[in-house]
């Protein structure tokens, strides 16, 4: 995971907080929690899955594509 992106609000640089799973912009105050739904999605999904829960093919390839995705 990169440590800082360009903010596309106003193209200064945002750091990714590790705690709250996020990039912020400390000048104007954008935020992009996108790592953290990613991440919370992929916990579901694999939860359910080593669980032994039936899951559909499209949860599979989902689980997939996001384990791939980082």
């Known amino acids: 995971m990169k440590d800082t992106i360009l903010c596309p609000q ?3 640089l945002a750091n ?3 705690y709250f799973g996020a990039y912020f912009c400390s ?6 929690r996108s790592p953290a739904r990613r991440r919370s999605a992929r ?4 939860g359910k899955f080593l669980a ?3 899951m559909k093919r499209s949860d ?3 689980l997939l ?5 980082g």
Do not use: V
Not at 27 to 32: F, I, N, Q, R
Not at 43 to 46: G, M, N, V
Not at 65 to 69: K, S, V
């Open 52 to 54: 032994g829960d039936k």
């Open 43 to 46: 916990q579901a999904l694999l």
């Open 10 to 12: 106003c193209g200064k």
């Open 16 to 18: 990714y907080n590790s």
């Open 60 to 62: 599979l390839k989902a």
């Open 65 to 69: 594509r996001t384990c791939e995705a």
């Open 27 to 32: 000048e104007c105050k954008w935020e992009d």
